[in-house]
């Protein structure tokens, strides 16, 4: 069965501080990667993604992540968090199979704070 | 446009009761997808539906969940006798495509029940 990990809970960064935060998945095949970013009182959105191609990919907000196939991970990284970041981020893999319905198999989360 | 909305937002409910939780997916989307999220973890898949066909319910935690969508458009979550481990936020999203599995998904705000 698929699952994701996500290394860090809770994250607790000072404003202009850099951020990575971990991802590992375990599934044997071929996946589409996602980061998806939830503001206090927002709904989920989509942060960025990773179909094929470009290991390294590029999103919303100065925000990119790199796949790397080898270690099964897909690491966020910002070079400089902004109060505005603090928000929880989830990592969501999707197995690329015909009989995949597209369902998102998610990790637990990251709550990303920034302090000013 | 207008995104993916829910209803109701809050749903109290004491333990036994039956509860409705509806979804308004993006027009023209063709899939939706439903995912529990309990408190401190990442969302969990319940089910998918391409139009009006139910292609995927594995993620039902048990036959007291069922979800329809008779009409290919809005969706109902229905849990009957509600039990206290049922409290969670219930997501709906929908995506553009059938079965590919490299749409976004795009996420309604939730469904926050409480069971007491």
């Known amino acids: 069965a698929q699952s994701v990990s996500q290394h860090n809970h809770h994250v607790i960064l000072s404003e202009a501080a850099s951020l990575e935060l971990g991802c590992n998945y375990s599934?044997?095949?071929?996946?589409?990667l996602f980061w998806y970013v939830q503001y206090p009182g927002q709904h989920l959105q989509l942060l960025l993604k990773y179909f094929s191609g470009d290991p390294l990919v590029k999103g919303i907000k100065g925000f990119e992540a790199e796949f790397i196939k080898s270690k099964f991970s897909f690491n966020l990284r910002k070079p400089s968090v902004q109060w505005s970041d603090t928000a929880e981020y989830f990592c969501a893999v999707n197995a690329q199979s015909s009989s995949n319905t597209g369902k998102l198999i998610f990790g637990q989360g990251t709550t990303l704070q920034v302090k000013p | 446009g207008a995104g993916v909305s829910q209803s109701p937002r809050y749903k109290v409910a004491k333990r036994g009761q039956d509860v409705a939780l509806r979804c308004d997916p993006i027009?023209?989307?063709?899939?939706l997808f439903w995912y529990q999220q309990a408190l401190g973890q990442g969302p969990e898949f319940l089910t998918y539906?391409?139009?009006?066909?139910?292609?995927?319910k594995s993620g039902l935690p048990s036959d007291r969940f069922f979800a329809e969508r008779p009409e290919g458009s809005v969706s109902t979550l229905k849990i009957q006798r509600t039990q206290q481990e049922d409290s969670a936020v219930y997501l709906c999203a929908s995506s553009l495509g059938g079965r590919l599995s490299y749409n976004e998904q795009f996420f309604g705000p939730g469904t926050r029940l409480t069971v007491l």
């Open positions: 599934y044997g095949g071929t996946v589409n």
């Open positions: 539906f391409q139009n009006e066909a139910q292609l995927d």
């Open positions: 027009s023209g989307h063709v899939s």
